[in-house]
């Protein structure tokens, strides 16, 4: 099939792969460029919501996920120096999904898998050490200008998936901006092998705490804890990486003689932003490339796979022959979500977390505990907080 017949997908992340999936299962040719050397393999997200993994099944991912991560059945918000908490049990949810839990697993173990998959299945051609610098469009299909090794090549298709995430070149390239705000403060994810499930009573797989402290989030994988942590208060981005302020922050959580094994750190700062528009002819954005918001609730990379399945959906209907503005479905289903549903949420979980009044904390706590124990509440909570109502909504667009 001739090249001006393919999809070219920019990123080789979860959305960019799993675009790459569907639409090579569907007969579709596609080339994907991703500008790093090989897939990424730092600390990225890790938590994979019910509906992700019912969608991820019939590839086989699901099943490769579970057995390389962890079943969360909860998970809970808590107060640290009392180890009261709210604790909210996904079961509630058995007859709403095929897996009624949150799986912890880590995003570059799911890159492998899919990459698998479409070393096996797919017509994928897929290109790494190739980065997008630019890109043009006309009404026949788009141009990509690639460097390879200090080489340019010119890659034409029919469409572009622009999934090359907050950094988005692709994005750039067609002058969308991410319009919304940066929070001040820095997070840092800190991978230490201590077991904190044997210290800190009650412990779900995932647990958002607050402290006297301010507040730290505790996520359980396969052999180690991710805990997230902030920079007290005066102290720089540069003194909080430092090994002791580390090891201080960790103390604080469980008092220990012998030092924390610390395997990874790494800053980063939370966005709150979308682009006005995630079609720009020919070329659609997805994923961080077209919305970014705080991890609080792993919302984010669900919420790109999502928007993949949604976006892919479309584009089968467009190359079989259907009207090429079916595409505009997809802004119309996918913008409104991220902006009311993910953006909003995670921006709601965060500043509930970033709560430093002592009666306000208790507050909320008791509100959370009234919303667990109550069935009704807590079933329409979790269809929120897991993502279901939000593609219930957007499956209601036309």
Request: proline share 6%; net charge negative.
């Amino acid at each position: 099939m001739a090249d001006t017949q393919r999809v070219i997908i920019v990123g080789a992340g979860p959305v960019g792969l799993i675009s790459a999936i569907r639409l090579s299962e569907a007969g579709i040719p596609t080339v994907l460029c991703e500008a790093g050397p090989g897939l990424p393999h730092d600390l990225r997200a890790s938590t994979w919501h019910p509906p992700t993994l019912d969608m991820l099944q019939p590839y086989g991912l699901t099943d490769r996920l579970i057995e390389a991560g962890l079943i969360s059945p909860t998970w809970q918000i808590r107060d640290h120096e009392t180890s009261d908490r709210a604790v909210f049990d996904l079961s509630i949810l058995s007859e709403e999904t095929d897996h009624p839990y949150r799986l912890q697993c880590e995003q570059h173990k799911f890159g492998g898998f899919a990459l698998d998959w479409l070393t096996r299945n797919g017509d994928t051609e897929t290109r790494f050490s190739a980065k997008v610098t630019g890109v043009e469009q006309d009404a026949d299909g788009v141009m990509a200008t690639v460097e390879v090794d200090g080489e340019i090549e010119q890659l034409r298709g029919a469409y572009m998936i622009a999934a090359d995430g907050a950094k988005s070149t692709v994005r750039d390239a067609v002058d969308l901006k991410l319009s919304g705000k940066t929070y001040p403060e820095t997070t840092f994810l800190a991978t230490t092998t201590f077991p904190f499930h044997d210290h800190l009573e009650g412990l779900s797989n995932v647990n958002y705490v607050w402290s006297k402290d301010g507040t730290f989030s505790l996520l359980r994988l396969p052999g180690v804890w991710r805990a997230s942590l902030y920079p007290d208060e005066g102290e720089t981005v540069e003194q909080a990486l430092a090994p002791a302020a580390m090891e201080a922050k960790l103390q604080r959580i469980v008092a220990t003689p012998e030092p924390y094994e610390v395997l990874e750190v790494r800053p980063y700062r939370i966005h709150q932003r979308i682009v006005e528009n995630y079609r720009v002819g020919r070329i659609l954005l997805a994923g961080d490339a077209a919305h970014l918001n705080s991890p609080s609730g792993g919302m984010g990379m669900n919420g790109g796979i999502h928007d993949a399945f949604c976006l892919t959906d479309l584009l089968i209907q467009v190359w079989r022959g259907a009207d090429p503005g079916l595409l505009d479905r997809y802004v119309r289903q996918r913008r409104p979500i991220a902006e009311k549903q993910i953006l909003a949420q995670a921006d709601r979980n965060r500043a509930r977390m970033q709560e430093r009044d002592p009666e306000r904390r208790r507050a909320h706590l008791a509100e959370l505990q009234a919303i667990a124990d109550d069935p009704v509440k807590a079933k329409g909570f979790l269809l929120r907080s897991s993502m279901i109502d939000g593609l219930r909504q957007a499956a209601a667009v036309t």
